[in-house]
Nanobody, 120 residues
Framework: QVQLQESGPGLVKPSQTLSLTCTVSGGSIATNHYAWGWIRQSPGKGLEWMGVIAYDGVPYYSPSLTSRTSISRDTSKNQFSLHLSSVTPEDTAVYYC????????????WGQGTQVTVSS
């Protein structure tokens, strides 16, 4: 059973970079079984897919966020990370890391989510 846990600061100032890490257990991020994604939900809005990093380390980003988003990984720690630059209060959301099979579009495994507030 794959388990994911997000970690990172809960408060970020406007114009700074939001950085979150997802620690994975029960499966290796470097095997070709899963792809590893970041998804967020802003207050009163639906889920927004931000991007994914494939088992081979290649990232793919939402077109609306690609200029500000970076997803990386550390296979030695079985972790992958999200970096979102130039944040504004509009980036206030619950951020989730999640895993899906490499041949599916549905995310089957989710972290519990972490609240990030952008405020000065």
């Amino acid at each position: 059973q794959v388990q994911l846990q997000e970690s990172g600061p809960g408060l970020v100032k406007p114009s700074q970079t939001l950085s979150l890490t997802c620690t994975v257990s029960g499966g290796s991020i470097a095997t070709n079984h899963y792809a590893w994604g970041w998804i967020r939900q802003s207050p009163g809005k639906g889920l927004e897919w931000m991007g994914v990093i494939a088992y081979d380390g290649v990232p793919y980003y939402s077109p609306s966020l690609t200029s500000r988003t970076s997803i990386s990984r550390d296979t030695s720690k079985n972790q992958f990370s999200l970096h979102l630059s130039s944040v504004t209060p509009e980036d206030t959301a619950v951020y989730y890391c999640a895993a899906r099979g490499t041949s599916t579009a549905t995310y089957d495994y989710w972290g519990q989510g972490t609240q990030v507030t952008v405020s000065s």
